[in-house]
């Protein structure tokens, strides 16, 4: 899956947007966002500066924008910054690559 983040018009895959969030450890300001091209999966990342990343994760009914009141189903997930987000990085990119 590919598509347009909140860092930028630039196309990235989902796990790449990932490692991205498991670089950026030490923290950014912000949320950084990843949707995919049809808009039916949302991340929404925060990093709280004292060492931990929300990860919100969101699917949304195929065919249907964010605006739609269609279903929608939304998970948040903490995460460690460093290595718990480095090893979720790796365990999703390779979950995708199978």
Do not use: I, K, N, Y
């Not at 796990?15 to 949302?42: H, I, N, Y």
């Not at 969101?58 to 910054?81: I, K, M, N, Q, Y």
């Amino acid at each position: 899956m590919d598509t347009a983040t909140s860092a930028g018009p630039q196309v990235t895959t989902l796990p790449v947007f990932l490692d991205e969030l498991a670089a950026g450890w030490a923290g950014w300001p912000g949320v950084r966002t990843w949707r995919s091209l049809g808009g039916q999966l949302a991340l929404d990342a925060r990093h709280d500066g004292r060492g931990h990343v929300t990860l919100g994760v969101t699917l949304r009914r195929p065919g249907h924008d964010a605006d739609d009141t269609g279903w929608s189903a939304r998970c948040v997930f903490l995460l460690e910054a460093g290595e718990e987000t480095t090893r979720f990085a790796r365990d999703l990119g390779a979950l995708l690559e199978a």
